[in-house]
């Protein structure tokens, strides 16, 4: 009883380690969208954003598919600013 | 017993790597926040009901605007004198008591609803909705500017950007949260109602 309890939190450390990254992955997905959206709403050339790096609170650098890539962040005034880099 | 153990972590492993898409289910479609009047396909008039961006006249700044066909259960917004449709030629063919007691052609429109669900639907992220929202502002000042007489704009260029905005928010909804882009939709005109008649703007901005 006591080496399958053992072995059940063992599994179940196992499925956590996977699961993880999985919702990770996921928001990191729902990052990309948000800002590929936001990009062709401004009506910049992007495709797709197919990286993303966390700059600051609310501030990326998105890496599009087409090469482009952009900073988008919020300013003070509470606007998303979308701003070509090079 | 160790082949039981292997056997379990197995197929736990392998549930945590299936990601499950979750099939949320699709809800019946809303009601139509925006009725129109029920009136049969072959009894509409040639001329198209809705306004389109070309034909919209554009009241100089300071005129009163025709009344909307709809009226708006905007807010504060007073609803316009439900003017007596006369039914077309087609419908005409009815018992003209029945035509009598059919009521006349409303619209309703709920914008603190659309609003609600638009900030909660999940089918358009966080930085896309502020991103609307400082573009509805943006569309709103010019709309403030047409009715001060400052803009050099005219009514048509403002239906453009009235249409391209929806188009926007539409292209972001129709795939992920269906049901509240038919809503929209079904109030587009009553919303374009309320934001080109400056008494009903004038509402709007209280």
Known sequence: MNRLSKALAQSLVAVALVAAPSFADEQEEALKKDLTAVIALNGLPCGQVIAVTVLAESDYAASCKDGNKYRVYLNAEGRVIVETRK | ?206
């Open chain 2, 1 to 206: 017993m160790r082949v039981a153990y292997a056997a379990v972590l197995l197929v736990m492993l392998t549930a945590g790597c299936v990601r499950a898409t979750s099939v949320t289910p699709v809800p019946e479609p809303p009601q139509v926040v925006a009725t129109q009047p029920a009136t049969p396909p072959a009894a509409k008039p040639a001329a198209p009901a809705t306004p389109q961006p070309g034909p919209v006249k554009a009241p100089a700044p300071g005129a009163k605007p025709p009344a909307p066909a709809t009226v708006l259960a905007a807010p504060g917004a007073k609803p316009p004198a439900a003017a007596a449709a006369k039914p077309p030629a087609a419908a005409a063919a009815k018992p003209p008591a029945a035509a009598a007691a059919k009521p006349p052609a409303v619209a309703t429109l709920d914008l603190n609803s659309l609003e609600e669900r638009l900030k909660g639907t999940k089918a358009i992220g966080l930085f896309t909705k502020i991103t609307l929202r400082g573009q509805v502002n943006d569309l709103l000042d010019r709309f403030r500017e047409y009715y001060k007489g400052k803009a050099k704009l005219t009514m048509t260029d403002l239906r453009r950007s009235y249409d391209l905005l929806m188009m926007k928010v539409l292209t972001l909804l129709q795939d992920e949260d269906q049901p509240l882009a038919s809503a929209i939709v079904s109030s587009r005109e009553a919303i374009w109602g309320l934001l080109a008649n400056p008494e009903t703007f004038a509402t709007l901005e209280e």
